[in-house]
């Protein structure tokens, strides 16, 4: 069967998509992914017409919802889908001009590190475009922080990100030949307030834990191993073939840039690649920048897992690094875009990962 025109390809439509999907693509899909439809009604009293069409363009939207809900078998991932949540009122918007308010914070201590900031025992580590410091504040043993030179944190070219990355990752075997035991990598970019940085200096920090790799990590090893010995092949093959077959992939170079179907939250990317080489970094940078200039974010959260340093560890063969980045949403509202929700049930999400893909195919085009 041919897919759907371009104009259905939306996730409402997505119960039509795979209905037009070959066996085989269908039954990996069926594999992976659970997926449940919903329709929401009730009546509004006449007095609330008028702002139900001032808000959400008409009474008809509102009062007949459809909820298209994603759950990820493997993992345990889930996202509720509902494009009508993006258009809700919000009381707790501010004026903010965010380039103002990002050079107000000029001259802060993450702008002079040498002075403002500790260094790791072992000393620091100098990029081209950044420095190590120790983190005062520890979520781990080795605890750093990657503070870039550009103050603005959405100011950034590919090779900046290149270093900043490569930075993190001398750290790193700076700290795991000071402690042998440590080697479970973690490099984490908080992008501005929304996504929880305390301080608007562009930084990453970077973390070298002991024993088991951080939960998450561990978890999708766990559940990639169960799901090679039931069905005898790789869990990260099959994700990125059932989204390839839904139009949700970006192949670049030996890359899979995902439009990830369960997101922890807004236009959640993944990046799946064999090793963290100059290519995954380049492609790391492509999406940072569509999401920036193409799709509006200027907040996000980026994580990069990768197996331990110390490559004696079993269980970690065929384990990709898996890079995960997140819109974290409007910085003009301060309304927090996790609840109860997110913490105890499953993200709402509000965009389209269709059209983070098709915004991501023209940033990969060329």
Request: a negative charge; charged letters at 25%.
């Amino acid at each position: 069967m041919d897919m759907p025109d371009e104009v259905d390809r939306n996730i409402a439509a997505l119960p039509q998509l795979l209905s037009s999907l070959s066996p085989d693509d269908r039954r990996r899909f069926e594999r992976i992914f659970q997926v449940d439809v919903s329709t929401s009604t009730f009546r509004a009293p006449a007095a609330m017409h008028a702002w139900m069409m001032e808000h959400f363009g008409s009474e008809e939207s509102v009062q007949s919802q459809t909820v298209v809900k994603v759950t990820n078998l493997i993992t345990l991932e889930g996202a509720l889908y509902n494009k009508l949540r993006a258009r809700r009122p919000m009381d707790s918007r501010v004026a903010v001009d965010l380039a103002d308010r990002i050079a107000a914070k000029l001259g802060d201590t993450f702008c002079r590190p040498l002075e403002c900031t500790p260094e790791d025992l072992f000393g620091r580590v100098w990029g081209k475009h950044c420095v190590t410091a120790s983190n005062l504040a520890k979520a781990d043993g080795y605890h750093g922080l990657v503070i870039f030179d550009e103050h603005n944190p959405l100011t950034f070219d590919s090779e900046m990100v290149k270093d900043y990355i490569d930075t993190g990752l001398a750290w790193a075997r700076l700290a795991h030949c000071e402690d042998r035991e440590a080697c479970n990598f973690l490099f984490l970019w908080n992008c501005l307030w929304r996504s929880g940085s305390s301080i608007v200096h562009g930084h990453a920090q970077v973390l070298l834990g002991k024993g088991i790799h951080y939960a998450p990590v561990e978890h999708l090893r766990r559940a990639a191993l169960l799901y090679r010995i039931g069905h005898g092949v790789s869990y990260f093959d099959d994700l990125c073939k059932v989204h390839t077959s839904l139009g949700l992939v970006q192949n670049y170079r030996r890359i899979r840039v995902l439009s990830y179907l369960t997101p922890a939250k807004e236009k959640e990317v993944l990046l799946i690649a064999p090793r963290l080489d100059d290519d995954l970094k380049l492609a790391i940078f492509r999406v940072l920048r569509c999401l920036l200039d193409r799709l509006s974010v200027c907040s996000f959260n980026l994580a990069i897992y990768m197996k331990p340093i110390d490559s004696s560890q079993q269980g970690w063969q065929g384990f990709p690094v898996v890079v995960r980045i997140v819109d974290r949403g409007d910085v003009n509202t301060e309304t927090s875009d996790i609840g109860a929700m997110e913490l105890y049930g499953a993200p709402v999400i509000s965009s389209d990962p269709f059209e983070v893909a098709r915004a991501l195919a023209s940033s990969f085009a060329d």
